[in-house]
């Protein structure tokens, strides 16, 4: 007789709300509400990084490559922004210049755009989520050059991240009353 296999927790909500959260008080900072401090870090390092690699990790249990790639490298992207903010502080020769950011930004946003075609077979959630995300890069790093994109950046970036807690709570609420409380949009069959 063989053993059934226990049923995996759904690791997406943790995951997005840790990028969600994390996104949305780095952009109220971008907005000028208050400046980056132990809070965001904290948030990128524990929130936004930690956690959502841990969910990459439970996502790689449950065999979903995409899940794994996005939610690891993106808890990544959170730790090495982190540090590019902290680690020059006493060490000014390591501050990346602004070709150095915008391009650091644009990578990501390269990356994020590639896999917001790996959405389109998902719900319409998770597509905002992902094209919300790339455009954010993409402002960010020009903003880089023109400095008065950061506070469209960061009003984008509030959507975005707000997007990605929506989902979360979406997925909880709906899996927990086992029918639609908070509607995602229909996934794509073909």
């Given at each position: 007789?063989s053993?059934k296999?226990p049923d995996l927790?759904?690791p997406?909500?943790?995951?997005?709300?840790?990028f969600?959260m994390?996104?949305?008080?780095?952009?109220?900072?971008n907005l000028g509400?208050f400046?980056?401090?132990s809070?965001i870090?904290?948030?990128?390092?524990f929130?936004?990084?930690?956690a959502?690699?841990i969910?990459?990790?439970m996502?790689?249990?449950?065999g979903?490559?995409?899940?794994?790639?996005a939610?690891?490298?993106?808890g990544a992207?959170?730790?090495?922004l982190?540090?590019?903010i902290l680690?020059?502080i006493?060490?000014a020769q390591?501050?990346?210049?602004?070709a150095g950011m915008a391009?650091y930004?644009?990578l990501?946003g390269?990356f994020?755009?590639?896999?917001f075609?790996?959405?389109?077979?998902a719900?319409r959630g998770l597509?905002?989520?992902?094209?919300?995300?790339a455009?954010?890069?993409?402002?960010?790093?020009?903003?880089?050059?023109?400095?008065s994109?950061?506070?469209?950046?960061?009003a984008?970036g509030v959507l975005c991240?707000?997007s990605?807690?929506?989902?979360?709570l979406?997925?909880?609420?709906n899996?927990?009353y086992?029918?639609?409380?908070?509607?995602?949009?229909?996934?794509?069959?073909?």
């Amino acid at each position: 007789m063989s053993e059934k296999k226990p049923d995996l927790a759904n690791p997406a909500p943790l995951g997005l709300m840790g990028f969600g959260m994390t996104t949305v008080l780095l952009n109220l900072s971008n907005l000028g509400l208050f400046g980056v401090s132990s809070m965001i870090l904290a948030m990128g390092i524990f929130y936004g990084g930690i956690a959502q690699i841990i969910a990459g990790i439970m996502e790689f249990r449950k065999g979903n490559t995409f899940g794994t790639t996005a939610f690891t490298s993106y808890g990544a992207f959170w730790l090495t922004l982190v540090f590019l903010i902290l680690y020059p502080i006493g060490n000014a020769q390591f501050t990346p210049d602004n070709a150095g950011m915008a391009t650091y930004l644009f990578l990501w946003g390269l990356f994020t755009f590639i896999m917001f075609f790996g959405t389109l077979k998902a719900n319409r959630g998770l597509q905002t989520v992902f094209l919300t995300l790339a455009i954010l890069f993409f402002l960010l790093a020009a903003a880089h050059f023109i400095p008065s994109l950061v506070i469209v950046a960061g009003a984008e970036g509030v959507l975005c991240g707000f997007s990605a807690f929506y989902l979360s709570l979406a997925e909880v609420l709906n899996e927990s009353y086992g029918r639609v409380i908070l509607p995602i949009g229909p996934m794509r069959t073909d």
